[in-house]
C-alpha cells in the first residue's frame, strides 16, 4: 500500500512562496508520474500541477502556469510543488497524488493514491 504524506503548507501574504513536499513510501513510485490537485472550500477538486515518471516532463494549470513548479526527486521518493507570487485564490488545501501511469493526466481519475492534504492560505 502506498502513503503519501504532504508537508509545507501553511500561511503566506499574498506575492510570497511556499515549497510543498510529499514524501511517499510503502512502494517506489519511480515509474508512476506525480501530481498536485487543490480543493478550496465550496470548490470542485482541481488539477494543478503534474510531472511524468523521469522527472523530465511537466504539465500545469493555466492559472498557475510561470508562478508553481513541480519537481520530483525519484532517490527520495518526493515530490515537491514550488509556488511563487502567490495569490488569495491559491488559498486551498493541496493534494499530492500518484498516477496510475507513467505519464498522468490531468483528471482526478488518472491517480490512485492520494495524500491527506496540506493547507495553504494566502492573505491579501
Known amino acids: 500500500q502506498v502513503q503519501l504524506v504532504e508537508s509545507g503548507g501553511g500561511l503566506v501574504q499574498a506575492g510570497g512562496s511556499l515549497r510543498l513536499s510529499c514524501a511517499a513510501s510503502?512502494?517506489?513510485?519511480?515509474?508512476?508520474?506525480m501530481g498536485w490537485f487543490r480543493q478550496a472550500p465550496g470548490k470542485e477538486r482541481e488539477f494543478v500541477a503534474g510531472?511524468?515518471?523521469?522527472?523530465?516532463?511537466?504539465y500545469y494549470a493555466d492559472s498557475v502556469k510561470g508562478r508553481f513548479t513541480i519537481s520530483r526527486d525519484n532517490g527520495k521518493n518526493t515530490v515537491y510543488l514550488q509556488m511563487n507570487s502567490l495569490k488569495p485564490e491559491d488559498t486551498a488545501a493541496y493534494y499530492c497524488?500518484?498516477?496510475?501511469?507513467?505519464?498522468?493526466?490531468?483528471?482526478?481519475?488518472?491517480?490512485?493514491?492520494w495524500g491527506q492534504g496540506t493547507q495553504v492560505t494566502v492573505s491579501s
Open positions: 510531472v511524468y515518471w523521469n522527472g523530465i516532463s511537466t
Open positions: 497524488a500518484a498516477a496510475r501511469t507513467a505519464y498522468g493526466g490531468r483528471r482526478s481519475d488518472d491517480y490512485n493514491y
Open positions: 510503502g512502494r517506489t513510485l519511480t515509474s508512476y508520474a
